[in-house]
């Protein structure tokens, strides 16, 4: 009798594991990603850049549907784009990066992993150009997934999906240090470089950019036209008690991008902490009406196209307000 039971309790357990796995399947038709979580990153600071493995696969079946990952040097494909964020921010990659939503990366299908992929919007006209290091998007006939920043530069994020156009441009460097590579890539395609010959160009330019830390370089119209000079900004000289921030000689002209004044110092910290690697960085305490304010800047910045590099930098890492400011303009309000 205990055998008969023993038993019984058995084939309930098969019972209940096959109705499990059931539900799983019918709940993965549904969502290849539910219930399937890649391992978080563990540390508090910024995710890093790269890290992961080249990596092309076999070819593999989600929802039913099969995908064979190749070398596709000549893709380029028009289709409806889609972007993620939120869900997977922060978690191991298909090739065992990090993702992190506010920087410009993708997820595709098939194509080799990480590589650089030139997506067009193509309602407005805006490119850009971001490297792909995760698999997807495996949802009706969506061609490609773009992270929440890259939906932002393309202007469709709050539209949730646009009609795109995706080339590839060639394989992406397995380690990117601060992302200055992909700066690189955004600023040849501003200007208007060729995708066959980007990747060389992009070679010889990354040393001249960029912070660990930042974003990239802001998507920009695919117009051929010259892109608009940025403006700067001439200031009055705010606050005598600012040693940190002194006029240029006469005839000499220096740059600084004002990031912003916070009233959190370790919110300033952190800011400043940001581009600490690659720029030079001011931290002012300035007298508020409600306390000590923070003020952070990057400079003392000599000749107009670093300083054009800066401010692209920190609008691109969610500075949207930082501002340009010549110490010429300074110099002038003091005499």
Sequence with gaps: MLRVARKAIVLVAIGLAIAGCSSQKKQAKQDPFAGIGSPIYPGSGPVPWGGGRYHVGKPYQVAGQWFTPKEQPGYDKKGT????????????????????????????????????VKVTNLANGREVVVRVNDRGPFVDTRIIDLSKRT???????????????????????????????????????????????????????????????????????????AAPAVQAETVAYEQPAEPEAPAAPAGEVSYYIQLGSFSDVANAARARDQFASAWPVQFIELSGASGPVYRVRLGPISGSDDARTALVDAQSAGFVDARLIKTEAVQAALQ
């Design 81 to 116: 784009a889609s972007w993620y964020g939120e869900d997977f921010n922060r978690r191991k990659t298909s090739n065992g990066e990090w993702f992190d939503m506010n920087r410009l990366t993708a997820a595709h299908a098939t194509l080799p992993l990480p590589s650089y």
């Design 151 to 225: 939906a932002e530069a393309l202007e469709f994020k709050n539209k949730g999906k646009a009609q795109v156009r995706v080339q590839y441009i060639g394989p992406a460097p397995l380690n990117d240090k601060g992302g200055r590579h992909l700066v690189a890539m955004n600023t040849e395609l501003e200007r208007g470089t060729p995708m066959r010959k980007m990747i060389a160009a992009a070679d010889g330019r990354k040393g001249k950019s960029t912070s660990d830390n930042m974003m990239v370089a802001e998507a920009k119209p695919a117009k051929k036209a």
